[in-house]
């Protein structure tokens, strides 16, 4: 009997990874927010309305700061409808509400304002840019689809 159990628990975890990769996209991004900053993470749509979704996910910054390196982790939210973007990203240094455009969730553009919440201001001021979302499934729920009339 414990067999069974284990192998339903295995199944329902397989299921449950296929579904996960089903609305996944890994994001690499160029960002400039008072500064030079280059993205990389992972964005998860949340949701099964074909043009109105959530996505969000954790990322990591990469920018030099004084003249060193620094990674930085991030958390950020959108809110996708028919091509528009309302979003934020929140990181150690600053608070971001962005808006933009969205290509099928394959590519955003967007802008914003950094908000500083520490001491150092390392990022402030007016933000763009643009980011490519990088589905790993062959027919990813991730993108959109095309309307065609």
């Given at each position: ?33 008072g ?12 949701g ?7 996505v ?25 409808n ?17 808006i ?50």
């Open positions: 009997m414990k067999k069974y159990w284990i192998i339903t628990f295995f199944c329902s975890a397989l299921a449950m990874h296929a579904q996960i990769l089903e609305k996944a996209a890994f994001n690499l991004s160029y960002r400039y927010t500064r030079n900053v280059l993205q990389a993470g992972l964005e998860f749509r949340v099964d309305f074909s043009h109105k979704s959530i969000l996910g954790p990322s990591v910054l990469y920018t030099r700061i004084d003249q060193k390196d620094k990674f930085l982790p991030e958390a950020n939210i959108y809110y996708s028919d091509g528009q973007l309302y979003g934020a990203s929140f990181n150690q240094y600053s608070i971001e509400p962005r933009g455009i969205s290509l099928f969730n394959i590519f955003f553009l967007n802008t914003g304002y950094a908000f500083p919440i520490h001491r150092e201001k390392y990022f402030k001021g007016i933000t763009f840019g643009i980011q490519f979302n990088i589905a790993p499934a062959k027919g990813s729920k991730f993108y959109d689809q095309m309307k065609i009339m």
